[in-house]
């Protein structure tokens, strides 16, 4: 739980203490993580759980619980540790400037493979859908959450890369990036390697013209 504990002291630091929740999104974990969640024992954590949808739409489920729980704000980050609490600040003071601040992976410790796979990305959706952003699948945004909630019923419940489609369909609302330091993971595998990265991408773009983006 060192993610949560770490972030736990960053939130009391910048948002104060009382004045935010944690939801932990429990994507089918077949492990400990329930019985650890709920022997943490804070009042300000919240757990949602739901059979295996995967990272996207897990992200999804995320947005809208958490609107519904009356959130002003969504921060989402991955649970694997590579986003560091030290950039946060940056990105809530920007937070009344649009609707979606995102983090921009400007040094990796994660390797070569995945930066290749982001730089790929970028060129590749900055071609087709025009995008101005220049991390649509960054685990470090922060969102108005209505507006999060709303998009994110949107997104069909079949759609692989969904936080990719949320970063597009918010886009038109108005953005900011911030740029950040992203770690190497404490634990878990990368759900996309190199090698298997041109049929997500694939799919991904057709995704995208199903969703009429």
Not at 48 to 59: E, K
Not at 169 to 178: D, R
Request: hydrophobic share 40%; charged share 25%.
């Amino acid at each position: 739980m060192p993610v949560l504990t770490e972030w736990r002291s960053e939130l009391d630091r910048t948002v104060g203490a009382g004045r935010y929740a944690i939801l932990v999104v429990d994507d089918g974990s077949k492990d400990a993580t329930p019985a650890r969640l709920a022997g943490l024992g804070w009042t300000e954590l919240r757990v949602h759980r739901h059979s295996n949808r995967g990272h996207g739409q897990s992200c999804l489920a995320g947005y809208i619980e958490a609107a519904q729980m009356g959130a002003t704000y969504i921060f989402q980050i991955d649970s694997d540790g590579q986003c560091d609490p030290a950039g946060f600040a940056k990105v809530w003071e920007r937070r009344r400037n649009a609707p979606a601040i995102y983090g921009r992976r400007m040094t990796r410790d994660d390797g070569l493979a995945r930066r290749v796979i982001s730089r790929i990305l970028r060129a590749s959706l900055k071609v087709t859908r025009r995008t101005r952003l220049n991390d649509t699948n960054v685990p470090f945004r922060l969102y108005d959450a209505p507006l999060a909630a709303a998009t994110a019923r949107r997104i069909p419940a079949d759609f692989n890369l969904a936080n990719i489609a949320m970063a597009l369909l918010m886009e038109p609302a108005g953005f900011e990036e911030v740029p950040i330091h992203f770690r190497d993971r404490m634990g878990g595998h990368p759900t996309v390697r190199l090698w298997g990265f041109v049929p997500k991408a694939l799919r991904l773009h057709r995704d995208l013209f199903r969703l009429g983006h």
